[in-house]
């Protein structure tokens, strides 16, 4: 009775006519249980439909519109990862903006991929399907609703509005942000479920992480 309580008082209950959502950390036998394989299918095919709909992307270079000032036309950056230019990642801004987790990003691909670009579009690739498979968790774990979710986050990892962020090398700033966007609202949900000093902490750490790739995570707040 107190585990049905918890969630008709939560804000992010189950809805009418839905099982109750678990919590976060409630052990593998959620993971094997019916509901839980549907999640791990629609996680899988919402990863490889955003792999299939933007892998043309990989075919594509670098363009002279940012792509050189965040990465073939810096030194910092074609250096790859060491401890001189991360220092210098988080002391400098870079097209007038400071976001020093995008720059280290950029810096880690030159480190695996040298210039050629597939790799750095690959890196965007697997962030928004990382991404869309966060949101449907994220929808899931608030609503209740499996199918609800599944669309919401099918929507997102194909719509055509999202082509710049991923087929843009240097609009990396939006795919990783947006990563710890979604890992923040799923600190949050926990959070709600069984608030203290620490679940609160990831929810802040998180958000910090966000403002280091791309300063326009300041509205978080507000949507939380």
């Known amino acids: 009775m107190a585990e ?9 209950g189950a809805e009418r006519g839905n099982p109750a959502p678990r919590r976060l950390g409630s052990g593998l036998a959620g993971w094997f249980s019916r509901r839980g394989a549907k999640s ?22 670098f363009v002279d519109y940012d792509d050189m000032l965040f990465v073939t036309g810096n030194t910092q950056v074609q ?36 210039l050629r670009p597939w790799g750095h579009h690959l890196t965007n690739v697997l962030l928004h399907a990382a991404n869309a498979v966060l949101l449907f968790f994220v929808f899931r774990r608030m609503t209740g609703a499996l199918w609800r979710s599944a669309l919401v986050a099918a929507l997102f990892a194909v719509h055509p509005l999202h082509v710049e962020s991923v087929a843009w090398i240097a609009e990396r700033k939006d795919v990783l942000s947006t990563t710890f966007w979604m890992l923040a609202l799923l600190a949050y949900v926990r959070h709600v479920e069984r608030p ?15 403002l280091l790739a791309k300063p326009m995570l300041v509205t978080l707040p507000c949507v939380l």
């Open 4 to 12: 049905r309580k918890l969630h008709s008082d939560s804000p992010y």
């Open 40 to 61: 791990i299918g629609i996680s899988i095919v919402l990863f490889v439909a955003v792999v299939w709909t933007f892998l043309p992307s990989m075919r594509n270079g």
């Open 79 to 114: 250096g790859g990862v060491t401890g001189q230019n991360v220092r210098w990642a988080f002391t400098n801004e870079v097209g007038a903006n400071w976001h020093p987790l995008t720059t280290f990003s950029h810096m880690l691909d030159c480190e695996l991929y040298g």
């Open 196 to 210: 203290g000093p620490s679940s609160m902490t990831w929810v802040e750490v998180l958000l910090a992480a966000g």
